[in-house]
């Protein structure tokens, strides 16, 4: 009885074959968990600017319900200065007290909604157009100034809203 040739079946993987295949499911998941930092981080800044909009329409929609304030110029450079509560909310604020509390309310919102959030309001008067600009550390790099320029390392990101009342 003659036995055959010993012959080698290959059955499977062979191991390079493995680490071949495990590397490329690596590289494919690596490129996964940057395309989900990417949208994670986009969606955080489009959810701030949504909010920063909020924020400015909420400054203007005030100065509209103290048309008096704004003719009167309480509204004029309101943040040039911080603003400090006049505490008259529940005994009824008169109209130059309205703008401060509003400086002040707005102020804390904007330190609370956005990172480093801060903002100013510019007009002159009644009839004038009213800029007001929203600024935050959207790139979260600890920036400070306030030009409203597109390096991010230095100024803020700002949104503005201008209207005339």
């Known amino acids: 009885m003659k036995h055959a040739p010993h012959t080698v079946n290959s059955r499977g993987f062979t191991m390079i074959e493995v ?18 930092t990417t949208s994670l981080k986009n969606n955080t800044s489009a959810y701030t600017r949504s909010q920063a909009q909020l924020l400015a329409y909420d400054m ?12 009167l ?29 509003d400086a002040y309310e707005w102020t804390t919102f904007l330190a609370q909604t ?9 007009g002159s008067g009644a009839g004038s157009i009213f800029t007001i600009t929203v ?18 390392t230095v100024d803020l990101t700002c949104f503005t809203l201008s209207s005339t009342l």
């Open 19 to 36: 680490l071949v295949a495990i590397f490329v499911l690596a590289i494919g998941l690596l490129g996964l968990a940057g395309l989900q």
């Open 60 to 71: 203007l929609d005030r100065m509209r319900s103290n048309r008096e304030g704004v003719t």
């Open 73 to 101: 110029g309480n509204y004029d450079d309101l943040l040039s200065t911080t603003p400090t509560d006049p505490n008259c909310a529940a005994s009824g604020c008169s109209v130059a007290e309205l703008a401060q509390h």
């Open 114 to 122: 956005l990172p480093s959030g801060t903002g100013l309001v510019a």
């Open 135 to 152: 600024m935050w550390d959207d790139e979260r790099t600890g920036a400070t100034g306030t030009g409203c320029s597109d390096d991010h």
